[in-house]
Antibody
């Protein structure tokens, strides 16, 4: 069974940093592209970042480019999101999501971790 | 403002049929990129409902169906049930800027 479990969320002040983690199990992690998708309170879904299976290719939404860094450790079956220079508008539930094989979609999602940016 | 446009809400009585539209542009749906649909039940993570415009993952009832034409797509739900009350999101890929996966703003389905 595919499982994605996020952790690392919490309350952080504007300008601060936070590192999210996603532990994957139930599939060959290194064979799959992975993403972070976020959802602000009461709002819709927003794709944040993508990484290839090897971790060599990375893409970011314009809203986080230059502030967030996606990475992965295939030996540990883990995905990460380093978030720096956090702003109030980054407040959201952050989901780890697997890219569907052969499709540009998200076939499995974690339960999400809440990041709150506030003073 | 979402790249893909969905109605904010739709409603229907149990047993009825409802449709949710998703309108894009020539840089996403109209460029030939597939449309995918997600169901988000209250307080839970999104779940893939339809992929590749009209395909259902294993376990998704055939009451749910998807279609795509031109720059738009639709999700149809027949035989509405109370447990279908949820938020529904369409998603595609957009080539106008750097790599970008895009979503609709979401549609709240209320079962009357």
């Amino acid at each position: 069974e595919v499982q994605l479990v996020e952790s690392g969320g919490g309350l952080v002040q504007p300008g601060g940093s936070l590192r999210l983690s996603c532990a994957a199990s139930g599939f060959t992690f290194s064979s799959y592209e992975m993403n972070w998708v976020r959802q602000a309170p009461g709002k819709g879904l927003e794709w944040v970042s993508y990484t290839s299976g090897s971790g060599n290719v990375k893409y970011y939404a314009d809203s986080v480019k230059g502030r967030f860094t996606i990475s992965r450790d295939n030996a540990k079956n883990s995905l990460y999101l380093q978030m720096n220079s956090l702003r109030a508008e980054d407040t959201a539930v952050y989901y780890c999501a697997r890219t569907g094989s052969g499709w540009q979609n998200f076939d499995y999602w974690g339960q999400g971790t809440l990041v709150t940016v506030s003073s | 403002q979402s790249v893909l446009t969905q109605p904010p809400s739709v409603s229907g009585a149990p047993g009825q049929r409802v449709t949710i539209s998703c309108t894009g542009s020539s840089s996403n749906i109209g460029a030939g990129y597939d449309v995918h649909w997600y169901q988000q039940l209250p307080g839970t993570a999104p779940k893939l409902l339809i992929y590749g415009n009209s395909n259902r993952p294993s376990g998704v009832p055939d009451r749910f169906s998807g279609s795509k034409s031109g720059t738009s797509a639709s999700l149809a739900i027949t035989g509405l049930q109370a447990e279908d009350e949820a938020d529904y999101y369409c998603q595609s890929y957009d080539s106008s800027l750097s790599a970008s996966w895009v979503f609709g703003g979401g549609t709240k389905l209320t079962v009357l």
